[in-house]
Nanobody, 124 residues
């Protein structure tokens, strides 16, 4: 079982950068594929990025491709989301999620464990 805790959110001006972290206190992190989702004000939750258990595959939403980078350190039980060139439309609560089995996925129904979220606010 994974227990996910996100951190690293905050307020930044447009064009700035933030790095989100998601730490797992469980013992099986290395066997899970991981994903990042976000939910902006008045919007539905949307997929942002995903990474396979061994980092050999990554996938990004078109809206963040080239600006965001997902990575993981299985030794530290942590997945990261490096966000560069932030835009006001990136403002959202960001959630990390874990998928048992390790294969990369993008549908939120594929992910069985979720963190509590961290707020990212980008001002213009």
């Amino acid at each position: 079982q994974v227990q996910l805790v996100e951190s690293g959110g905050g307020q930044v001006q447009a064009g700035g950068s933030l790095r989100l972290s998601c730490a797992d206190s469980g013992r099986t992190f290395g066997s899970y594929a991981m994903g990042w989702y976000r939910q902006g004000p008045g919007k539905e939750r949307e997929f942002v990025a995903a990474i396979s258990w061994n980092s050999d595959a990554t996938y990004y939403a078109d809206s963040v491709k080239g600006r965001f980078t997902i990575s993981r350190d299985n030794g530290k039980n942590t997945v990261y989301l490096q966000m560069n060139s932030l835009r006001p439309e990136d403002t959202a609560v960001y959630y990390c999620a874990a998928r048992r089995g390790g294969g990369i996925a993008t549908r939120d129904s594929d992910f069985g464990s979720w963190g509590q979220g961290t707020q990212v606010t980008v001002s213009s």
